[in-house]
């Protein structure tokens, strides 16, 4: 934020008082900057296909023909499947998330250190 000399002045681009440039240019650059920390570490994307892969091959095996309901399908076969399905991308999403904090981390400190500067 400008300190507060700078509060009545004009903002460049249509931004909000006191900020830099507009919130949509800030996101557009957050967002360029994670994408290429995201793509330039490979052993990252690896983690999560082989995560992935295995945890499809867990819930494969376990739940093996759990979808193949009667008809009319029961109110328990219902929610099995969607038991199933809540489970896996619950499980899914949070090994993803426990493994990308590293990354996001690692990128914050590196974002602090080029400020200071």
Known sequence: RFGPSMKD?????????????AFSRQLL???RKLYKAYWRMPQYNLLRLLMT????LVYGTMYYKVGQVSN?????????????LFSG???LGNINLMSSMPVFSMERVVSRQTCRI
């Open 89 to 91: 991308s619950n499980f």
């Open 9 to 21: 002045s004009a903002a460049p681009d249509g931004a909000a008082a006191g900020y830099a440039q």
């Open 53 to 56: 892969t295995a945890c499809g």
């Open 72 to 84: 009319p399908a029961s109110i328990g076969n219902v929610q099995n499947v969607m038991g199933v």
């Open 29 to 31: 650059e957050c967002t």
